[in-house]
């Protein structure tokens, strides 16, 4: 019994939108499938973490739409308030800044409003899996993915983030992810380094481990952040030896 109900338990949904009448189509469509439901609605408004909090849902549907971005700044307070519910930014027009500022909201996909039933179902379902869509993003547009790792890197110089932590990474493998910042692949780097292919994915699965990332840009836009590696090509020397002591090992995929 216990079983069988596990298999039932849907993913549940809260929408937050300033449109009522996109809240109904959204929560119609969901509610037809057989593994999602719309927990809760509601308007864009400072109430809206204490509303997460009380529902506890797996996913928030976040407007980010303008004026002032407010949607975003909503998604920020709630994905640090509420570590374990995962936000999937909805917008009407793609836009680079927007774009930048759901990244550092924490989001965990971003998509666009025109999108069907079925591919915004499927993203909740990706998010649901510890998946982010969000990096996707970065990989099929490389002029917004350099345009992002500049501005990670700006925010690190500026000073404009907390105490840098020392980089859990060896030195072979700050180089290897900042070629992969630059876009290029398995084969690419390892002709680059006249080492073989297989160590470049040797390193890679070292890397996503470490830093505990989902895929390659997730691990990526990880050390962007910490300010550990450079889009311009050097990777910066680590702050002290990789600690073995707090790191915590998962699986990941470095075939690329």
Not at 116 to 121: F, K
Not at 216 to 232: D, F, K, M, P
Request: with cysteine; net charge neutral; proline share 5%.
């Amino acid at each position: 019994m216990v079983a069988s109900a596990r298999k039932m338990e849907k993913i549940t949904v809260f929408l937050v939108d300033s449109q009522g009448l996109f809240r109904q189509g959204v929560k119609l469509a969901l509610n037809q499938t057989q593994d999602i439901e719309v927990a809760g609605e509601a308007d864009l408004s400072d109430e809206v973490p204490e509303l997460i909090q009380t529902f506890s849902p797996h996913i928030v549907l976040m407007d980010a739409n303008p004026p002032f971005l407010d949607g975003l700044d909503l998604a920020r307070r709630i994905t640090q308030r509420c570590p374990t519910v995962s936000v999937i930014a909805l917008t009407s027009h793609e836009d680079d800044d927007e774009f930048f500022q759901a990244i550092r909201s924490g989001a965990a996909a971003y998509l666009g409003k025109r999108a069907s039933a079925e591919e915004l179902a499927e993203t909740i379902r990706r998010v649901h899996r510890g998946e982010y869509p969000i990096n996707d993003s970065l990989l099929v547009r490389p002029r917004v993915a350099q345009q992002v790792l500049r501005q990670f890197q700006s925010l690190s110089l500026m000073g404009k983030r907390a105490e840098a932590l020392a980089a859990p990474l060896s030195p072979r493998e700050l180089e290897i992810l900042t070629y992969i910042a630059q876009g290029c692949q398995n084969k690419q780097i390892a002709h680059t380094l006249a080492i073989s292919e297989q160590t470049i994915k040797n390193h890679i699965t070292s890397i996503l481990r470490k830093l505990d990332a989902n895929d390659r840009t997730h691990a990526v836009v990880l050390a962007i952040r910490q300010g550990w590696i450079s889009v311009e090509g050097k990777p910066r020397t680590p702050q002290s030896k990789p600690s073995q002591e707090n790191i915590e090992y998962s699986t990941g995929n470095p075939e690329k």
